[in-house]
């Protein structure tokens, strides 16, 4: 009987990471790096960096971690979500809600004891606002709850910014809506690839109450927004012109492939790829101006 408590543990502690969506976390950590490396200037001090991102990924993962919780019901009803709701079920909800604010708890608790105050509160900011504003209220309310969604997945770039910098610039505040921005169309793509599970959820996801053709309309206007967005950091920011051509192509790469995966052609899967892959490389182009010299 030990050995078998002893081997169910670490499958635990399996399935609590896979609760914790591990995907997510990765890139609102690559997003805090992102907010240091333009507040710095170049490479951040390594002991914010380590505890700002360790912070994050603890904060998100309780906050992923927490919504699959919450969401336990309504994620039965979609087939895509089957694995999760397994999960959670082998473990438990109660386990894993215990576990979810202790990782939530931990990230504050670093946040306000290694870094700035303004760092620790927004960390707070984004897993209150992901959990209530989007979570138990818009979601289930709004077609366009990915709008206003979109602020907690933004709030990383600022917190990463307010970790490495004293006060806040207009380049942070440029990071901070280039992410604001990117939100609602990167979820309008899943949102039209699985709106038949979201209808059987109840969840009313913009195609799901107001078609595919009006979204594919505001999706591709929110992607369109996105390349003057990025090209902020050059206009009015620190960045440098191989940033701008970076964000240039990027850009366009990212418009054309949507034009062929969303309004010539349904094949949204490739649209969600290539919006993530559009972000992080984005990021990586951001992060790379401010650490690499000039020539």
């Known amino acids: 009987m030990g050995e078998g ?88 909800r109660g386990r894993a809600m215990a576990a979810a604010l202790g990782l939530i708890a931990g990230g504050l608790g670093l946040a306000l004891a290694l870094l700035p105050p303004a760092a620790g509160l927004l960390i707070a900011l984004a897993a209150a606002s992901y959990i209530f504003l989007y979570t138990l209220w818009l979601k289930g309310r709004s077609p366009y709850s990915a709008v206003p969604g979109g602020i907690p997945g933004a709030l990383p770039a600022l917190i990463g910014y307010c970790a490495a910098a004293p006060a806040l610039g207009v380049d942070g505040v440029a990071l901070f809506l280039f992410m604001l921005l990117w939100q ?55 960045c440098s012109g191989r940033y701008a051509a970076a964000a240039l192509i990027l850009g366009g790469g990212f418009l054309a492939t949507l034009w062929r995966t969303v309004v010539a052609r349904e094949r949204y899967g490739r649209a969600f790829a290539a919006s993530i892959a559009y972000l992080l490389l984005l990021l990586a182009a951001l992060a790379a101006d401010m650490i690499v010299p000039r020539a």
Request: charged share 15%.
């Open 5 to 92: 408590i002893a081997a169910t543990a670490p499958a635990r502690g399996g399935s609590l990471l896979l609760l914790a969506k591990p995907g997510i976390v990765a890139a609102v950590v690559i997003e805090g790096f992102a907010g240091m490396a333009l507040a710095a200037r170049g490479m951040p001090a390594a002991e914010s960096a380590l505890a700002c991102l360790a912070a994050l990924a603890l904060a998100a993962g309780g906050a992923a971690m927490l919504n699959s919780c919450l969401e336990a019901e309504r994620d039965t009803c979609m087939a895509r979500l089957a694995r999760r709701t397994a999960i959670l079920g082998r473990v438990g």
């Open 184 to 238: 609602p169309p990167h979820f309008w793509t899943l949102a039209l690839m699985y709106r038949d599970d979201y209808h059987r959820a109840s969840v009313p996801v913009l195609p799901a109450v107001l078609g595919a053709p009006y979204t594919k309309v505001i999706l591709f206007a929110y992607a369109t927004a996105l390349v003057p967005a990025s090209l902020a950091l050059w206009l009015f920011g620190p």
